[in-house]
């Protein structure tokens, strides 16, 4: 299968233009981004224009079960300069490690593939659970960035975190077999 990042307990594949109703029906729902989660409407025609203008550098993947099964997505992009990565998982299906792994899979192929000294990401603040997961996933906290966005009526903080190469060293899980 194309586009298929293998891990222990899922997979990454990539986002396809035909699957692009659910991934706008999961963007559109505010039940789906809990209270820390950015949250704004998007059509489905606009999230096909965004596809189709999607920077080279830019890519998102469904995290899915062993068995196929869409929990969320995980993806990456250019953050002027670095490279940022950004991930979301269905409500039921956190706090069991499908997100730690799913992070640790994308940087695994993002340090394999590219040139790449750093893989940064952000965070709520007061999103305690997101930054064990980054954590656990080896990113170091860097600090606060404040009023980086307006969302939900008021402007927000987010929380700077980063892996360097030198921390990451090797694959975690890609190309480990187990």
């Not at 505010?30 to 224009?49: I, P, T």
Request: charged share 35%.
């Amino acid at each position: 299968m194309l586009g298929l990042l293998e891990g222990k307990t899922v997979n990454l594949r990539i986002v396809e233009r035909e699957d692009l109703p659910l991934y706008t029906e999961w963007h559109n729902t505010l039940e789906n981004a809990g209270e820390f989660e950015w949250w704004d409407q998007k059509s489905r025609v606009e999230a096909e224009k965004e596809y189709d203008n999607r920077p080279p550098d830019s890519k998102t993947f469904f995290v899915e079960k062993k068995d196929g099964v869409k929990i969320g997505w995980i993806g990456h992009f250019l953050a002027g300069g670095p490279l940022e990565i950004y991930y979301y998982l269905l409500p039921g299906e956190r706090g069991r490690g499908y997100g730690t792994e799913a992070i640790m899979v994308m940087v695994d192929y993002l340090f394999l593939s590219r040139g790449l000294m750093r893989v940064q990401a952000t965070c709520d603040p007061d999103n305690i659970a997101s930054q064990r997961v980054l954590e656990k996933a080896g990113f170091k906290r860097e600090g606060i960035r404040r009023r980086v966005g307006f969302t939900r009526g008021k402007w927000v903080d987010d929380c700077l975190y980063s892996i360097i190469r030198e921390e990451w060293k090797e694959p975690k899980i890609l190309t480990k077999k187990s």
